[in-house]
């Protein structure tokens, strides 16, 4: 039997996860703890949480193994300073001593931060370093319950690899293509989510959710495409891109473009985070979206030529991008399309632990009969009732304690009136997505309450999109969805009985008066072009969940639910009780489910004094 620790950290998005005999007993982000939403600290609190959890010591660990090799990385710095001298100056006296005095040290980094989560016996650690781009491969594949596949990493940059093509093999993975910084489709991506004023490594999602208000047949928007096409990039049949140094400045500079340069390209000012978005923002935001779908088409195609497997696995960053996986699923390249849910750099903590458990150690795979062996992505803490009632003493909250029976017709009820109720129960996902656990519901059929989420419960930018969390059995009554989406991390069209015909005026509109016109039956999930990121829930992977949203369809006659994230702008998804209470009451939220206790605003002491409970989080 094998104990490895897996650890992502001083980069962004630090996470631990720990697999045992090569099953995956517990993973999470250290933002969860720390309530510093994207940390890149070591992640000594979901360390702990991981130990706990499996009943283990740091001197029970066989292996603690960080998911890329620093070294390499800091090659790749030098290289790319040397290449460019002598631009790039003042980023590389600020960059290089970070470096000396941190980064290259960072087997004593981590070895420190194991001593603040316990003591033990430093001489027998056996600490290793997977590659980055196998971390996020292993990740994706060794859970897949797939015996062969197809595998495609893309993100930003790694040590030097920023796509990978590879091929999974029993518990073997052989990397056959790669493309290498400062080429990359992540960073090209984060190059336009910079200009159009949101920040990197975070505001990806925005630039996704911008894309659907763009006009696809408008002359602007396809002259952006012509131009993206054409002067920032070469585009090869194998997906393989070339940027266009010219353009960019993130490989010595301390911004991601040249801003001028960009500006003359496109006729369009870079955008600060407080400018009133435009429609040339927005067909700006679906021409690199349009230009992102067709490189990962085109590697995805020459994946399977250059494998001919069956079966494809995604991971990396760009693997997030649920737009451009459901153009590939509904390109019928592969028969079958796994995406690792944590797919960013915290799920490299979990595919360095897999890697190194099968092929360092050469212990074979057990494929199971089910999705994966994600265990629904359900790895982080859960909290008993006792813990439950002591938040509530704490807080001096009134609750309902009930059956869960009462707890879901009442929660479902509370739905149907309109309500919106946050939903926590079992354990905490992994990765970027809140999966019915830690999630706030509403209506899908309510026509004002993608705004209402959007201004009164979550505070943020009033177009961004929500999800569907759909019964798996009705979920191709409401959508061209012919796979299971467990994660959501797949958008499809929603089917056209359910469309309402797009005013006459159409394009005239704004792009408020576009978002506040009626598109569906399920207005509230459905994107402006038609589209919803769905995620499809059974009963063996989340009972209760499914309950309530069957429940739910009982009153309504609707078999989903709006589902987003528990937690405000800025904010971490909530990990605890009180992280869940103190959201509750600090927003315009209804009520509030934890485990088998319901809680009601109007019942809360204060309840209209938000402000009490307000936290100050920065802006994402």
Not at 7 to 32: M, T, W
Not at 41 to 50: E, L
Not at 377 to 403: D, N, Q, T, V, W
Not at 492 to 514: A, F, G, H, I
């Amino acid at each position: 039997m094998k104990n490895i620790l897996g650890i992502s950290a001083f980069y962004h998005d630090s996470a631990a996860a720990l697999v045992v005999n090569g099953e995956i007993i517990a993973a999470a982000q250290e933002e969860r703890f720390s309530r510093e939403k994207h940390t890149s600290k070591f992640p000594k609190k979901a360390v702990s949480y991981c130990l706990e959890e499996a009943g283990l010591t740091l001197d029970e660990l066989d292996a603690v193994v960080f998911y890329d090799k620093p070294l390499l990385k800091f090659e790749r710095l030098l290289q790319t300073y040397y290449a460019f001298s002598p631009k790039g100056l003042r980023s590389f006296l600020k960059a290089i001593p970070v470096w000396i005095n941190e980064k290259l040290f960072l087997k004593k980094m981590i070895r420190d931060g194991l001593k603040e989560v316990e003591t033990f016996e430093a001489s027998k650690l056996n600490l290793l370093f997977p590659e980055h781009h196998l971390s996020h491969a292993a990740s994706a594949f060794f859970p897949s319950n797939l015996k062969e596949a197809a595998i495609l990493t893309v993100d930003g940059v790694g040590e030097w690899c920023t796509a990978s093509i590879g091929l999974g093999k029993g518990n073997n993975i052989q990397f056959l293509k790669e493309m290498e910084f400062p080429h990359s489709v992540g960073l090209l991506y984060s190059a336009f989510t910079y200009y159009l004023g949101f920040t990197v490594n975070s505001g990806e999602y925005k630039l996704m959710g911008l894309a659907p208000y763009g006009l696809i047949e408008d002359e602007e928007t396809q002259s952006f495409i012509q131009k993206i096409k054409s002067t920032l990039i070469d585009l090869k049949s194998d997906g393989s891109i070339w940027l266009n140094p010219k353009y960019f400045n993130y490989a010595t500079g301390l911004r991601m473009v040249h801003d001028k340069k960009w500006e003359a390209l496109f006729g369009l000012s870079r955008r600060n985070e407080s400018d009133e978005i435009l429609q040339s923002h927005c067909n700006l935001a679906l021409a690199i979206q349009e230009v992102t779908e067709e490189i990962v088409l085109a590697m995805a195609r020459h994946a399977k030529e250059i494998t001919g497997s069956s079966a494809l696995c995604l991971a990396g960053g760009v693997a997030l991008n649920c737009v451009a996986n459901g153009k590939i699923l509904r390109a019928g390249i592969f028969d079958k399309v796994y995406i690792q849910p944590a797919s960013g750099d915290a799920g490299g903590a979990l595919g360095a632990a897999l890697a190194i458990h099968h092929m360092y150690y050469q212990e074979d795979r057990v494929l199971g009969e089910s999705y994966d062996q994600m265990k629904g992505a359900y790895l982080g803490p859960s909290f008993s009732e006792k813990e439950i009632l002591s938040m509530a003493r704490r807080a001096k909250a009134k609750s309902h304690h009930l059956p869960f029976d009462e707890i879901s017709r009442k929660a479902a009820s509370l739905l149907n009136e309109g309500k919106v109720v946050g939903w926590f129960q079992g354990r905490m996902e992994f990765g970027p997505r809140a999966l019915g656990n830690r999630s706030i519901l509403g209506d899908p059929s309510n026509p004002v309450m993608q705004k209402h989420l959007n201004l009164k419960i979550k505070y943020r930018e009033g177009f961004r999109p929500f999800a569907p969390s759909v019964l798996a059995t009705k979920a191709q009554d409401y959508f061209e969805l012919d796979a299971p989406s467990p994660y959501m991390l797949l958008v499809c069209p929603v089917k056209e009985s359910r469309r309402t015909p797009r005013p006459d005026n159409y394009e005239e509109m704004n792009l408020w008066e576009r978002l506040y016109s009626t598109r569906s039956d399920i207005q509230s999930v459905t994107h402006l072009d038609y589209s919803a990121r769905v995620q499809t829930v059974s009963p063996e992977t989340n009972q209760r969940y499914h309950q309530l949203i069957s429940d739910f369809e009982k009153l309504s006659g609707v078999g989903l639910v709006v589902n987003t994230s528990f937690n405000v702008r800025g904010e971490p998804v909530v990990c605890t009780p009180f992280d869940a209470y103190r959201c509750f009451m600090a927003t315009e939220m209804d009520a509030l489910v934890i485990e088998n206790f319901l809680f009601l605003k109007e019942e809360q002491e204060d309840h209209e004094n938000r402000e009490k409970w307000q936290v100050s989080f920065k802006p994402d």
